[in-house]
Every structure is written in structure tokens, then in C-alpha cells.
């Protein structure tokens, strides 16, 4: 009987629910994003309101692809850690904290793109487990310091057992957590957060950028 209950743990049919949920966005004015015309964007380390330690850096690493695909030329995140570090910056607040204008002194840059992290990780709620990416970001005008837009990004992956009553379930949710926690499943779902919060041309999203060959052809 005890083998029959560990086949049936072990061949149990899993299911994954991923779920995205942005903010809806109405009657967005993008006239300050048109006018100011980025053609560059700074992506600066994420502040972490989340209780994982690891969730900035998984997010920060993710973050770049979006915007480049979307036709903006991004700063290698390796090369402006490194000057923040030569300047004395380690802390994402401190960086966060600094002019508009000190920013582009020093790198250059149309705009910087804040991040927050309000959660990330997984959870265990008795009979399913979950993983959480919730995003904000803000895109700010270094040369004037106007903001051109703000986003928001929720991707919430969920996964239980269909079967084997409730015994099965609660050994499921416990198997799935156990495979969350050891697989970093956070930094893919946080992958999937960056791609939707920031691919432009979306209701309320970025617009494109001028590499793009969507540029002011299809913007919203």
C-alpha cells in the first residue's frame, strides 16, 4: 500500500497556471515619451521590497533584453554596476536618490528605467503553491528629469496536484514548493514579468524605439 501511495505521489499529474496582471492603463498621455524621443535607457538597479534577497539581481539581469528588442540601445548592466561601484555607490536607494541630471553627467543616457520589486518568490498555501513576480517601473527623462512612463507587472505561476484526494494534494503543493525553491523557478517567472512589463507596443506600455522598425508606426 505504501509503494502503491509513493507511485501515486510520484506519477501524479502536475498543473502550472501562469497568470499575468497589469495594471490597466486608460487614456495613457504620452506626449512628454514623443517629445522627449529617447534613444537610450538606463537600466538602474531595482529596489527590493520583496523579503528575497537574490530578487533585484534576477530581475536587473532579465530587464535589458525587453528594451533592446524593443528598439532602445541599453547600458550593459555589468559596465554601470561597476561605475556605480568605482563611484562609491553600492545601494540601490542611494543610486535611486541621485539627479536625473548627475545620471546622465556620468553615463550619458535619454532616460533611466526604476525599478521595485514588491514580490518575488515562492509561497506554500496548503493544497497548491505559487510562484510571485510583482513588478512597478518608472521611465524618467535624464536631460529634464520628466517622467515618460510608468508600468506595473504581476506574473503569478500556480501548480498542485489534480488527483489523489487530499492526501495527494497536500503532498503535491509540498513536492512543488520543494521543486520552486531548489529550481529558482522565481528568476524564470521573473523573466516572463520583465518580457510583458517591458515589450513596447502594448495597451499602456513603452513605445518603441528608434531601432526598432515599429518606430512611430505603430505606437499606442
Not at 122 to 128: E, F, G, Q
Not at 143 to 166: A, D, Y
Not at 189 to 201: C, D, F, I, S, W
Request: proline fraction near 5%; glycine fraction near 8%.
Amino acid at each position: 500500500m505504501i509503494k502503491a501511495t509513493l507511485w501515486r505521489i510520484a506519477t501524479a499529474a502536475f498543473f502550472l497556471a501562469l497568470t499575468g496582471c497589469a495594471v490597466p492603463t486608460k487614456n495613457v498621455d504620452y506626449s512628454a515619451f514623443r517629445e522627449s524621443r529617447p534613444t537610450s535607457i538606463l537600466v538602474l538597479p531595482p529596489l527590493n521590497s520583496s523579503v528575497d534577497i537574490d530578487a533585484p539581481e534576477a530581475v536587473l539581469a532579465q530587464a535589458t533584453l525587453p528594451l533592446a528588442e524593443s528598439g532602445y540601445y541599453v547600458f550593459p548592466v555589468a559596465v554601470v554596476q561597476e561605475t556605480f561601484r568605482k563611484n562609491g555607490l553600492d545601494n540601490a536607494g542611494d543610486i535611486h536618490a541621485l539627479p536625473p541630471s548627475k545620471l546622465h553627467e556620468i553615463f550619458g543616457a535619454d532616460a533611466a528605467l526604476y525599478m521595485d520589486v514588491k514580490r518575488y518568490g515562492s509561497s506554500y498555501a496548503v493544497l497548491a503553491s505559487s510562484v510571485v513576480v510583482e513588478l512597478d517601473a518608472t521611465l524618467l527623462d535624464l536631460r529634464s528629469g520628466q517622467k515618460l512612463w510608468t508600468g506595473k507587472e504581476m506574473v503569478v505561476e500556480q501548480s498542485g496536484s489534480r488527483g489523489g484526494g487530499l492526501i495527494g494534494m497536500l503532498v503535491s503543493a509540498a513536492i512543488n514548493q520543494i521543486a520552486n525553491t531548489l529550481s529558482n523557478r522565481s528568476f524564470v517567472v521573473a523573466a516572463m514579468a520583465n518580457q510583458r512589463l517591458l515589450t513596447a507596443g502594448q495597451p499602456g506600455g513603452l513605445l518603441y524605439g528608434p531601432r526598432s522598425a515599429h518606430y512611430e508606426l505603430e505606437q499606442p
